[in-house]
């Protein structure tokens, strides 16, 4: 086991964060990357928004949105609608291929306060198409102050519920930035507008950023921020396969923020810095930059939580930095904490300057700013350094296969969604109908399912969406059991994602996820209030939990007195895991 200052690394392998109250921990796990061709295409009845369509609300009334997937026509005013009524319901925005203009920062209007008397910065779930087929451009000569930047995606507003900042896209913080997402699409700042940052992104403990683009177009990359995380208290987030070109700085974090997991992140042509981490634990693999300013700046800061002065923790693994500049360092840690392993580094001239010196550091070598601390007397100073596993990823399946549990089989009527009505009968029907071609399973989105019983996954299904909130209910909140049994099925690899987050949930006796079975389980972006997350019966099945948020409460009950992620002869610990109650273990 590997312990540096705050960093407890008992893998060492790849990063991910655990979030324990004030304490952060950054573990390295077991992770890989399959790529599978884009095209994210929804069945009518999910429930989603299409920006270039309408949506049906509660009184009946069509409301149209009208974006222009052709660039002609500005789309802002016609997105931010959108944007709207997907926060209002929390539903997913979409966006068809194409190309989007916009001239004004693309945000929600509302300006509801939430708890802790913070505004309310939840919901914003933005999905393209494709990558590459997806564009979200903004026009030229539009944000030309660079010394006022403004951003073209914001995901947050200033929380100050009076004064000169409310409402202010460019300032806010807090910790009510559940279920944003933005995935697969690109964001691109145009040309001549040095004040835009492409993308202000904040979220909380299910919020990610996946298979996204981001560049600037200008001839000389100019354009303030591409990825902004520095909203006050961002995070726990997970960042994976995101590309930046161009702008000051690729990517900056938080003065007050929660772990952020990066992953496969490609950086190039940025002008000042391509990474600046103010005060966050940033756990990365897989950076590759391409440049000839710093890769990574681990900044100091002075901030006022408890008069404290904040300095970055970063875990950087598997990476490359090259290009560079002979009269430059790759990485400056002018006074943080820093771990690296297996990072290659070329063109620069120095390395690694830690505390003000060059630390010496050489490719392949293992670097750390402080000494670790060890377990045992004799355990080696370094990480075990194991060998890395993919998470494995499932083609998207032809929207027209798709099965809702809002359907009807074998005479039993579909799920209702309202609540109230017990939804597990259907639910389980719906499962038990998929054929061999109907292997994507739903729950539409703008409900509220229940279920008294406990949930049998198996037969053909390997990927179950969960666009509406699955609340347990009844007998099955006071039982030890779980809402899923994870069972044999055609499909060797299931996948459970992006449950959203809802106020509702709340403790119980249940669990979530019994894994009885040898077929791997992959759970992401989700959240699942304050239960027990996962525990196996069949040693040797695999486990995949990427951006996930569960935990008990603490007390006599096994609900407070049993882990809330038990593992038991399994290759593989969670990435991304966020603890949401105060039952704060994790057993293997």
Not at 38 to 67: D, L, M, R, W
Not at 480 to 488: E, G, K, L
Request: with cysteine.
């Amino acid at each position: 086991m590997f312990l540096g200052k705050f960093t407890i690394s008992p893998i060492a392998l790849t990063p991910m964060s655990i979030s324990y109250g004030k304490l952060t921990i950054a573990v390295f796990v077991l992770f890989t990357l399959n790529a599978v061709a884009e095209n994210i295409v929804y069945p009518v009845g999910t429930g989603i928004i299409n920006v270039t369509a309408f949506s049906v609300k509660e009184n009946k009334t069509k409301v149209a949105y009208g974006a222009d997937p052709t660039g002609l026509r500005d789309s802002s005013d016609a997105i931010i609608k959108a944007i709207d009524e997907g926060v209002r319901v929390n539903a997913i925005v979409y966006f068809p291929n194409g190309i989007y203009r916009v001239s004004k920062t693309l945000i929600f209007s509302h300006t509801k306060i939430g708890y802790g008397n913070a505004l309310d910065n939840q919901n914003m779930r933005l999905q393209g198409q494709s990558r590459a087929g997806t564009v979200i451009r903004l026009a030229d000569d539009t944000f030309t102050d660079s010394a006022n930047p403004r951003p073209m995606i914001s995901y947050i507003k200033s929380a100050k519920p009076s004064g000169p900042d409310f409402n202010d896209p460019t300032k806010g913080g807090g910790n009510i930035g559940f279920n944003n997402t933005l995935r697969n699409l690109t964001i691109d700042i145009g040309t001549n507008n040095p004040g835009a940052s492409a993308v202000r992104f904040h979220g909380n403990n299910n919020a990610s950023v996946r298979d996204v683009t981001i560049r600037s177009s200008d001839s000389a990359r100019r354009g303030a921020i591409g990825l902004d995380l520095s909203a006050d208290g961002n995070g726990p987030l997970i960042v994976k396969n995101v590309s930046i070109s161009g702008f000051d700085i690729g990517m900056k974090t938080s003065v007050r923020g929660e772990n952020h997991s990066v992953e496969h992140l490609a950086l190039s042509g940025q002008r000042a810095l391509g990474i600046l981490n103010l005060a966050t634990p940033l756990s990365i693999r897989d950076l590759v930059s391409t440049n000839t300013v710093p890769a990574l700046r681990n900044e100091p800061i002075a901030y006022d939580r408890n008069k404290l002065s904040g300095a970055g923790q970063i875990v950087l693994v598997d990476s490359v930095l090259k290009g560079g500049d002979a009269k430059r360092t790759a990485i400056e840690n002018p006074n943080g904490w820093l771990f690296a392993r297996k990072v290659k580094v070329t063109g620069y001239g120095t390395a690694v300057q830690n505390r003000g010196v060059d630390a010496g550091f050489t490719a392949g070598a293992e670097f750390c700013s402080d000494a670790p601390a060890r377990a045992f007397v004799t355990s080696p100073p370094t990480s075990l350094d194991l060998p890395v596993r993919e998470t494995p990823e499932i083609p998207w399946d032809d929207p027209a296969t798709w099965l809702s549990v809002k359907s009807s089989f074998n005479g039993i009527p579909g799920a209702v969604g309202d609540g109230n009505h017990d939804d597990g009968a259907a639910i389980q029907s719906a499962i038990d109908s998929a054929g061999p071609a109907n292997q994507t399973l739903y729950l539409p989105a703008k409900g509220i399912y229940t279920t008294t019983r406990t949930l049998i996954l198996r037969g053909h299904v390997r990927r179950l969406i969960l666009l509406s909130p699955l609340l347990p209910k009844g007998a099955l909140l006071t039982g030890n059991q779980p809402v899923f049994r994870i069972m044999d099925g055609s499909a060797p690899t299931v996948w459970i994602e992006l449950s959203p987050h809802w106020p509702s949930y709340d403790s119980g006796n249940c669990y979530w996820f019994s894994h009885e079975t040898k077929r791997t389980l992959v759970l992401l972006d989700s959240l699942f209030g304050r239960f027990r997350c996962y525990r196996n019966t069949v040693p040797g099945g695999k486990v995949f939990i990427e951006n996930l948020g569960c935990g008990g409460r603490q007390g006599t009950s096994p609900e407070n007195t049993e882990p809330t992620l038990l593992f038991k002869n399994q290759p593989l610990p969670p990435k991304q895991w966020v603890e949401t109650g105060s039952n704060r273990r994790v057993a293997a």
